[in-house]
T-cell receptor
């Protein structure tokens, strides 16, 4: 069974710092990996989608990398802002049926 | 298209009552998924439809849970004889059929069983 782990569980940083959030998964046979953001009490907002054949994706201040063979992904957030405060979830899609396997998330707080 | 819509946003019910949630996916998406998320955890898979066919159910989906997608459009998730342990956020997501497509999630339905 696919297991997804996210480190750290929580992170508190001052505004302006560059951040690295880590995600690891046990089964490298994935179709894609998706990073989501979740604000308290809300649903999930998709940030980046990386196909298994890709190494990275970028959107604005966000960059996600994927090393499928080692079962790792990294989400890099540049010049963090208080508005980035949220929980960041990593999810892998392991088959054509499409079930996503999620980590527990990294709770990020960026203070002014 | 305004994305994936879930109703109601919040539901408070007494233990033992039945509840039903609705999900309207993005119109061109033929796959629809239900997940459950408890506090401090990542979402856990419950069930999945392709068009109107329910193709997979998790062992988390006990006999008290039933999901339908009668015309391959909206879906309902019903919980019978609710228990306090059913309190959670119920999330719906949709996607296209291609394996490489990403998910779009709704805002969720927060269920509290008292």
């Amino acid at each position: 069974k696919q297991e997804v782990t996210q480190i750290p569980a929580a992170l508190s940083v001052p505004e302006g710092e560059n951040l690295v959030l880590n995600c690891s998964f046990t089964d490298s046979a994935i179709y894609n990996l998706q990073w989501f953001r979740q604000d308290p009490g809300k649903g999930l907002t998709s940030l980046l989608l990386i196909q298994s054949s890709q190494r990275e994706q970028t959107s604005g201040r966000l960059n996600a990398s994927l090393d499928k063979s080692s079962g790792r992904s990294t989400l890099y957030i540049a010049a963090s802002q208080p508005g980035d405060s949220a929980t960041y979830l990593c999810a892998v899609r392991g088959s054509t049926l499409g079930r996503l396997y999620f980590g527990r998330g990294t709770q990020l707080t960026v203070w002014p | 298209d305004t994305g994936v819509s879930q109703n109601p946003r919040h539901k408070i019910t007494k233990r033992g009552q039945n509840v039903t949630f609705r999900c309207d996916p993005i119109s061109e998406h033929n796959r629809l998924y239900w997940y459950r998320q408890t506090l401090g955890q990542g979402p856990e898979f419950l069930t999945y439809f392709q068009n109107e066919a329910q193709l997979e159910k998790s062992r988390l989906l006990s006999d008290r849970f039933s999901a339908e997608r009668p015309k391959g459009s909206f879906s309902t998730l019903e919980i019978q004889r609710t228990e306090q342990g059913d309190s959670a956020m119920y999330l719906c997501a949709s996607s296209l059929a291609q394996a490489g497509d990403g998910y779009t999630f709704g805002s969720g339905t927060r269920l509290t069983v008292v």
